[in-house]
Every structure is written in structure tokens, then in C-alpha cells.
């Protein structure tokens, strides 16, 4: 049961990411009508040369912290609203996620890495793997991101197995290391709503939603490593729906403690 429970989320898009329906505006509506107290806005981060896609131009990255920053001030006394991103951790951009924290409206990131960097610097696109074995690397490369400090939870971390594989040895070796980096670094994990809002499945080892992956998140408990649900609503009525409360049901029910509060930034 959820109910009692102080109700949360810091996995929020809107529109300018153009696959989001309705703007910040709707979310934060849609949100106070679901009795969320605190609610983190953490659309796809551009970057300033408007690599990888599917997620809002940089030239609009300002007036997306200024909508957000409005909204707070909307809201204040009945809803706390943060500000934040979503973005892939890129070993050469130090220095863009310094300044990204360095400004005033950017209170946390989320580490979402929809694309990884190998060891040779070659980017891999999560949603098209060739096989299990770059699992591996895709989770060395998430431990990377958890390493720096400028991430505050990694979101969707089994993201790689909604690829259509048999479960195998790349597969366990992968969840090892995104556990033991979590584990040594003290850093969260994101048991994420989208995937259950997917279809479920035919994999050639089951049906199965895309993600989360139960033998990955059998392994995280016992662990110690702090979880939080994230919506990923890219729709204004699933900012905190019936999946969200499901989501933090299935948590508890295989012996997870969810966390509610994110530290932030600043
Ligand atoms: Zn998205
Ligand atoms: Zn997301």
C-alpha cells in the first residue's frame, strides 16, 4: 500500500523534449491534483552541439530552467518543485556539467545513459545492441558517470535489456558491475515506470516487460543501495499513476525500501 506514504518524483519530462505530451505547466497541475509534495523536473539534456536527438535544441535550455523556476514560485507553500535534467554522462564534458550545476536554476542531474561511451570512445545507441556482450561496457561506462559526483541517481540502469537476447553470462556480469559500482559509490538507483508502461514482450526467454529486469533488482536487494521509483511521465496524467503506485508496491513486495528524498545540489 502507498497510502500514508508521502508522495514524490524527481523522473519528470514535458513537451520541448518533442515525444512528451503537454508543458512543465500541465505536469505540475497534474501533479498537485495527485497529492505530490515534491516534484523534480528532469527533461532529456541537450547538449551545446545538439548531439543525439530526440530531447529539446540547446538554444531552449535557459527558458526551460526560467519555466521551471516560475513554476516553483507558483507553487510554493503546497508543492516543491526542483529542477533538474536527464542526461548521458560524456567522459570529455566535465566542464559542461560544471557549469550546468553552476547555474542557479539547475538543482540535480540524472544520470541516463540512452547512449554509452566505450572504453575507445566510441558511442553506442542503448536501444539498438548488436549482442550482450557490449552489456559490460555499458555498465562500466554508467559505474563512470556514478564516479564523477554530478549525477544524483542513475535512471532506468537495466535499461540494455529491453535488446531482444537470451539471458546470459554478459548479462549477470553486466548487473554485477552496475551493483558493485552503485555499492562503492553509495549512489541510487532508479527502479523505473516507463518500462512497465511498455507492452509486455515476447523475448526469446519469456514474456516480459522490456524493463525493469526482476534479476536485476533481485540482486540490488540486501544490497543496501538506496532506490527510488521514477515516473518518466511523458504524458501529464502519468505523473503519478496507477503504475507508480504498483511500481512502489512490486519494491516493498520483494523486500526494497524505496527512498522519497533526493538530496539536491544546492
Ligand atoms: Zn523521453
Ligand atoms: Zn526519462
Redesign the pocket.
Known sequence: MTEGMERVNY?T?CERCRHARGSAGEYAEEAMKAGVVKLGF?D?LPFYDDRFGLRMPYSEIEEYMEEIAALREKWKGKMDIFCGF?GEYVREDTAYYEKLLSNENCEYL?L?QHFYETAQGEFFNVYQLKETGQYEAYSANVVEGMRTGFFRYA??PDLIFLNDFVWDIHCDRACDILIDGAVKYGFALEY?V?GFRREKKQYPDGERFPYPHEKFWERVRGTGIPVFV?S?C?DPRQVYDGKVERSYEKLRESGILPELNLLFQK
Do not use: I
Request: aromatic share 0%; hydrophobic share 15%; glycine share 14%.
Open positions: 523522473h519530462h528532469s532529456h536527464e540524472l541516463g535512471a532506468h523505473n516507463n521514477g518518466d511523458h
